[in-house]
């Protein structure tokens, strides 16, 4: 079976980093995740936003904090949810001095879409459409598209206007031996709304025989994509 990252990319996956072929190039059937440890150089938030971003971290999506040189780490998990479809874990956890801060999202390859659904926080109330791009240092970039809100029989597409349009580039940088992440939250009307930046070192761990550990699962899952 090939990685979510493998079938929305193709034969581009080969002109990734090795080391980034590594963290994006296994499934639920490898039995490895990959864990990332390291700094958050700036972690920033528009202060306009604050009520909907606290709102949104009730569901581990994103938060009102921000900060220098904020440990973190990140955890990848590949597992089958329980609609068969093949899922990736990003939970993400921000240490700031009085608060650990949680962004957390699961990932599946849509074939109806043809690309990476993003499921954002711990109940899948909103799914976005993810493009998977190449970079020139062999990292990926990822760009948010339309965004959906699911919740029992409501259903409806989120207006350009209310959303926040996600700019990322993860890369590993040979000379200093790390990985690196950028991160651009912005809405269409008001501007940048949540960004960070950082380094970290990344380790491939064993799986195999073992179940996906329940807290980087999601407490509810969304069959509508």
Not at 8 to 22: D, I
Request: aromatic letters at 14%; hydrophobic letters at 35%; proline letters at 5%.
């Amino acid at each position: 079976m090939r990685s979510i990252y493998e079938q929305v990319l193709g034969k581009q996956f080969e002109s990734l980093h090795p080391r980034m072929q590594e963290r994006f190039g296994f499934d639920s059937e490898a039995g490895i995740a990959s864990i990332g440890e390291g700094v958050m150089e700036r972690v920033w938030y528009a202060k306009w936003a604050a009520a909907p971003l606290k709102l949104g971290s009730q569901r581990h999506m994103m938060f009102p904090q921000g900060g220098a040189n904020i440990p973190f780490t990140v955890s990848n998990y590949a597992y089958t949810d329980s609609y068969g479809r093949e899922t990736v874990t990003w939970i993400r956890r921000f240490h700031f001095p009085d608060a650990t801060r949680k962004f957390d999202a699961t990932m599946i390859y849509s074939r109806e879409r043809r690309s990476i659904v993003d499921y954002l926080g711990t109940k899948q109330h909103l799914a976005v459409d993810l493009d998977f791009i190449v970079s020139e240092q062999g990292g990926i970039r990822i760009i948010s598209r339309e965004q959906r809100f699911y919740a029992g029989i409501l259903q409806f597409r989120v207006p350009a206007g209310l959303t926040g349009e996600a700019n990322i580039h993860e890369w590993y940088d040979d000379e200093a031996a790390c990985y690196r992440i950028e991160a651009d939250i912005r809405n269409p009307i008001f501007g940048p709304v949540f960004q960070y930046r950082g380094t970290f070192q990344a380790s491939v761990i064993p799986t195999a025989g073992r179940k996906t550990p329940y807290e980087v699962k999601p407490l509810r899952e969304e069959f509508r994509e």
